[in-house]
């Protein structure tokens, strides 16, 4: 017996603080995870979606023509049962100034900004994104928090970045914090501060051969770039540290849960238990599979072998009524018969390959629960359609 | 002009030497460049088939083992021709760099020793893409014969086929060169970056677009198109994956679409041939015809929206069986057939 997802009981669990939808790119996940927003919402939860798809298809679903790193209200969401919707989508370049301004002084503040390091690592390079999401989700549960008695959101929806892979996102906090820790951040840091070097000497002799190499490579006036850089954001780096450190602690939280998206597909499927498998390993509180686009016919018990032969019977039958010779066309009504015979068989082609392939999942990964939900015919434009979306996540 | 019998064939990109495959999440744009270096690979010819995020696609494409550091044969094409395969990897890439053109020694080994090399590849911004799209531009720079110099020199590979990054990140991938330079005032980093994004926006470079007829993927399609555009870079074709075959006429679809169709004869003739007609069986043939009805008229929609583009389109139909090593040699002959390599 596998078990089911229970998607109201997840969002109807006031313990449920985080939800977090990850998987492979295009398999559904923003929709996924605004449909869910919206579902909780609409039950009276106080929901914010955190998007940080470049893509603005969140905003597309939810109706919403700009979203700008700051919660929006979603309107014409229905609210009797005193529920809320704010939608967002990550402006990584005014994260990150954000937490410029807020943790150094104004004219140190200003010397960064304008540095062309930071502006390159701010906006155009990627491996930011990861970073900033975190960041991100950190304020967001603090301004949650900010008022225990009447919080502004009780649950937050985070949409994971189409990053190489989905875990990137797991695992940026970490590899901040060993670089941190690290010696390489203290050799670039250095020359910013008042006897760092001689201070380094003492630690460790290589440090002269890595200058000197890293001036051979770099060129000496990038490298000065790059320790100007690194110096000016050093008395931020702590900060930053202790903010990692403390969303991925809230990740591994109770009122965190983690919801693998995939499709029907062998590669999406392969990325989900990749997932799967590294959450556990990690500790990380697993709610479930949702498996988008499930394809399913509307015409049950008619098997696609058994309908390709019905097709081929109905002409058959009707050449071997007709008498003339050569008349090998059927007639009209005849033919759409044969379509609809025809097509259906495609479709329990289909049908039949994506319930093997998520048969296989439950057999790799017995014990974890899976919600299906039917492929559309179209796309989501606005929250009727994500309501629909919702209700088949509920397996409504 | 008459084709000269004996020479190779007229292809839409005679000349290139770098295609970058991108695609939305989910379009195939994986199997579609395995294809794609297949059919280059006609003729006898040498081809790289590079995937740059580590995900191992190209061995799960071909069936063959995963791929290490090193350029491996994966397939064979016709006449001789050969497909290798290479997932290229930052690290990897920065220690051949560094040795390459510096021929570091124990210095190498200190920069490591210092995590100045996880620095560069794992968690500073922007770094990893430097190297990635260096390692492709060092692939189609370099000779058959290493000692081999100008322009006659024989290339290693006649043609290199990246497996890119999906729409949303493939145009920060491409560009960021571009950026390095800017940073780089003067010094080897920024002639460096300086040469590699020549190259990728030089006419030797073109960017395939993979979609399917749905909205998304085509609108992401066509946005991406205008943001390589304005960052200069090449486009090429635009690549239609799993196209439906047609099996509703025009006339059936329409009469589905309007609910016009007898349920009576559909019943009868299911009957004919033994088929026990249900109401839930007719009803559920009609929905099905019905919601493809719909489908297709998306479909077509988005065809128009692909046209609109103007630009070289290819179209690979739905493999029921799913894509595997025989299905790839199969978009490789499809591709041919319509000129794209």
């Known amino acids: 017996m596998v078990p089911v997802l229970d998607i109201d009981a997840l969002i109807g669990n006031p313990q449920t603080c985080i939800i977090v939808c990850c998987g492979a790119g295009g398999v559904g996940k923003t929709t996924t995870a605004a449909a869910l927003g919206l579902r909780a919402a609409e039950s009276g939860r106080r929901v914010v979606v955190l998007t940080i798809d470049p893509a603005r298809r969140l905003a597309q ?51 960064i900004l304008a540095n062309p390091f930071y502006q390159a690592v701010s906006s155009s390079f990627a491996g930011t994104q990861e970073y900033m999401a975190m960041e991100k989700l950190g304020q967001l549960r603090l301004e949650a928090d900010r008022d225990p008695d009447n919080p502004r959101w009780d649950l937050i929806v985070v949409d994971t970045p189409p990053s190489r892979s989905a875990l990137d996102f797991l695992d940026a906090p970490k590899r901040l914090g060993s670089f941190l820790d690290g010696r390489f951040i203290r050799l670039l840091a250095a020359p910013a501060k008042a006897g760092g070097r001689a201070y380094l000497k003492v630690f460790s002799a290589g440090v002269n051969i890595v200058t000197k190499t890293l001036t051979k490579v770099l060129g000496g006036q990038m490298l000065s770039d790059v320790q100007t850089f690194v110096a000016a954001l050093d008395t931020m780096f702590g900060g930053f540290r202790k903010r990692a450190d403390h969303t991925y602690a809230l990740l591994s939280d109770r009122m965190t849960t983690f919801i693998v998206v995939a499709a029907p597909e062998r590669d999406a499927l392969r990325e989900a238990s990749y997932f ?26 008619l098997s696609a072998a058994r309908a390709l032969g019905a097709a081929e019977e109905l002409g ?77 996540l509920a397996g409504q | 002009m008459a084709p000269d019998a004996g020479s190779a064939r007229d292809t839409d990109w005679d000349g290139v030497r770098l295609h970058i495959v991108t695609g939305k999440g989910g ?45 491996v044969r994966i397939a064979h094409a016709a006449h001789g021709g050969e497909v290798f395969g290479l997932s290229v990897d930052a690290k990897a890439a920065l220690l051949e760099y560094l040795q390459m053109y510096y021929k570091l020694g124990r210095a190498g080994g200190m920069l490591e020793k210092f995590g100045a090399i996880d620095f560069a590849t794992t968690i500073a911004p922007g770094v990893r893409d430097v190297l990635l799209t260096g390692k492709v531009y060092e692939a189609v720079r370099r000779r058959r014969d290493h000692r081999a110099r100008g322009p006659g020199a024989a290339p290693a590979y006649d043609a290199v086929v990246v497996d890119a990054p999906p729409t949303g990140r493939v145009v920060r991938f491409l560009n960021v060169n571009h950026e390095v330079a800017d940073l780089a005032r003067v010094g080897p980093i920024r002639s ?41 870079m090449p ?70 929206v692909i046209a609109d583009l103007g630009r070289p389109t290819y179209r690979l139909p739905s493999l029921s069986e799913g894509v595997d090593a025989n299905g790839i040699r199969e978009m490789a002959e499809t591709l041919m057939a319509q000129g794209m390599a």
């Open chain 1, 61 to 111: 679903s939810l109706g919403l023509t700009t979203l700008d790193n700051t919660p929006r209200p979603v309107k014409d969401i229905d609210d009797t049962r005193g529920g809320s919707l704010d939608a967002m989508m990550l402006d990584m370049k005014r994260t990150f100034d954000e937490v410029v301004e807020a943790h150094a002084t104004a004219d140190k503040a200003e010397q």
């Open chain 1, 276 to 301: 799967v498998d590294r959450l556990d390993e990690e500790g990380m509180p697993l709610a479930g599979l949702v498996v988008n686009r499930m394809y399913r016919v509307s015409a049950p018990g």
């Open chain 1, 316 to 392: 058959d039958q009707e050449r071997d009524s007709s008498s003339g010779v050569g008349t090998s066309d059927v007639s009209e009504r005849t033919a759409i018969t044969q379509g609809l015979l025809r097509m259906h068989a495609v479709q329990a082609e289909i049908a039949d390959r994506h319930e093997s392939l998520a048969k296989r999942f439950i057999a790799g990964h017995p014990g974890i629960p899976i919600v299906e939900v039917p492929a559309a015919s179209g796309d989501i434009h606005d929250l009727v359609g994500l309501r629909t979306v919702g209700d088949a």
């Open chain 2, 27 to 71: 379009t195939g744009k994986t199997t579609v460049a395995a294809a794609l270096a297949l059919a280059l690979a006609g003729e006898g010819r040498r081809v790289l088939l590079a995937e740059v995020e580590g995900r191992q696609g190209i061995s799960q494409s071909f069936d063959v083992p995963p791929l290490a550091l090193t350029e």
């Open chain 2, 192 to 232: 460096q970056a300086n040469s590699i994004t020549a190259m990728l926006r030089s006419p030797q470079t073109v960017v395939h677009l993979v979609t399917l007829l749905e909205e998304m993927p085509v609108q992401e399609t066509v946005d991406t198109i205008a943001e390589l555009r304005a960052v200069g």
């Open chain 2, 235 to 304: 486009i090429g074709g635009v690549v239609v994956n799993q196209v439906r075959e047609e099996i509703l006429t025009l006339d059936v679809l329409e009469a589905a679409a309007r609910n016009a169709i007898s349920r009576e004869d559909i019943a009868a003739d299911l009957t004919r041939v033994h088929v026990r007609a249900t109401e839930a069986l007719v009803d559920g043939l009609l929905t099905e015809a019905r919601d493809h009805a719909e489908r297709v008229t998306l479909e077509r929609d988005e065809a128009e």
